[in-house]
């Protein structure tokens, strides 16, 4: 599910932003400043699983869009998985326009539609996304050991085992 929550956030980055190809996004760590080409880091920082689903909010809003978006009977569980986006480009200035490039797409977009998933996320309705702010940013900088620099924090809640309910995916083991 990880890889399919990245794959769709490259996917969208690259329909978003002036980047011109998925090659452009990588999934590595920041790193210090260097001769990098231009492009975004789409690093997962922190995966955990909601001690709730989705604000009720997102879940309405999806049924207003005509999204099937999970509903409050239903027996999933959900993970959070957040991520760091860093811009990389040969100046400041073309980092920040790629950073502002994404966070107009992500600040107007609560939900990531069902059409824009990659196909292993499909079948469960639009997951949630949120820009958010980490618990300790500097100690997220300082584990990455490269200095604090712009980026935007985003946190993507999907249903755990791809929308398999836990029940479920516990019965495949045992069988």
Not at 136 to 145: H, I, M, N, Q, S
Request: proline letters at 7%; a negative charge.
């Amino acid at each position: 599910m990880i890889p399919a929550v990245s794959q769709t956030l490259a996917r969208i980055l690259v329909c978003q932003t002036s980047l011109g190809t998925v090659q452009q996004v990588s999934f590595d760590r920041p790193r210090l400043y260097q001769s990098q080409p231009v492009g975004v880091n789409l690093y997962v920082y922190d995966v955990r699983q909601s001690a709730s689903k989705p604000a009720e909010a997102e879940l309405l809003g999806a049924a207003a869009t005509g999204s099937t978006a999970p509903t409050s009977s239903d027996p999933m569980s959900w993970v959070e998985i957040s991520f760091l986006v860093v811009a990389r480009d040969w100046t400041r200035l073309g980092e920040q326009q790629l950073l502002a490039e994404a966070i107009a797409y992500f600040a107007e977009h609560s939900e990531i539609p069902e059409e824009r998933l990659v196909p292993a996320l499909q079948g469960q309705g639009g997951v949630a996304i949120e820009i958010i702010q980490p618990r300790d940013v500097t100690g997220l900088w300082r584990a990455l050991a490269v200095p604090l620099q712009p980026a935007l924090y985003l946190k993507v809640t999907v249903p755990l085992m791809g929308g398999v309910p836990l029940s479920q995916s516990a019965a495949c083991l045992q069988t």
